[in-house]
C-alpha cells in the first residue's frame, strides 16, 4: 500500500455495465469495487464478471445495472496483514483483486499485479545481497 497508494476507482451499483467498461478502459484496470458513496463496499466487478454475463445473458446485460453482475461477498484485507497471506488467499480462492478496509471503510486495493511486483523486488533485493556476499 505504500508504494502504490490508496487511490480506488469505485463505481456505483446503479451504474450501466457499458459506463463501467468506460471506466475499466479509461484507468486500464481490470476491477472496479462497486459503492455507493466511494467508502462503503457493496461488491466488486472484473473483466471476468462482465465476459461470463455476456456470455450467459447476451449483449443485454450492458444496459443493466452493475449490481446485477457484481460480486457481492467480497474478501477484503486489512492493512497490516502480512503479504504471504494474502498471496496464499488469492491462490486458494483464484480471485485478482483484494479491497483494503478499515473500520468498514474502504482505503485501498490490491491486485495480483501488486503482489507479484513487490515478490520480484524482494527476489533481486535478495539476489543483490548474496552476489555481495559471494564476491566478498
Same mark, same amino acid.
Do not use: C, F, Y
Given at each position: 500500500?505504500?508504494?502504490?497508494?490508496?487511490? @480506488?476507482?469505485? @463505481? *456505483?451499483? #446503479?451504474?450501466?455495465?457499458? &459506463?463501467?467498461?468506460?471506466?475499466?478502459? &479509461? %484507468?486500464?484496470?481490470?476491477?472496479?469495487? @462497486?459503492?455507493?458513496?466511494?467508502? /462503503?463496499?457493496?461488491?466488486?466487478?472484473? &473483466? *471476468?464478471?462482465?465476459? *461470463? %454475463?455476456? %456470455?450467459? #445473458?447476451?449483449?443485454?446485460?450492458? #444496459?443493466?445495472?452493475? /449490481?446485477?453482475?457484481?460480486?457481492? &461477498?467480497?474478501q477484503t484485507c486489512a492493512p497490516e496483514d502480512q503479504l504471504v497471506e494474502l498471496e496464499h488467499t488469492m491462490t486458494e480462492l483464484r480471485i485478482r483483486h483484494v479491497p483494503v478496509v478499515v473500520d468498514g471503510r474502504l482505503t485501498g486495493i490490491v491486485s495480483i499485479g501488486d503482489v507479484v511486483k513487490h515478490r520480484i523486488t524482494d527476489l533481486q533485493a535478495e539476489r543483490d545481497q548474496l552476489s555481495a556476499y559471494i564476491q566478498q
Open positions: 500500500m505504500k508504494r502504490k497508494g490508496a487511490t @480506488v476507482i469505485t @463505481v *456505483r451499483s #446503479d451504474a450501466s455495465v457499458t &459506463e463501467l467498461l468506460a471506466l475499466l478502459d &479509461e %484507468h486500464g484496470i481490470g476491477a472496479v469495487v @462497486v459503492s455507493d458513496d466511494g467508502q /462503503s463496499l457493496a461488491g466488486i466487478v472484473s &473483466e *471476468r464478471d462482465i465476459v *461470463r %454475463h455476456l %456470455h450467459k #445473458d447476451g449483449a443485454k446485460v450492458l #444496459d443493466q445495472p452493475v /449490481s446485477s453482475i457484481m460480486t457481492s &461477498e467480497v
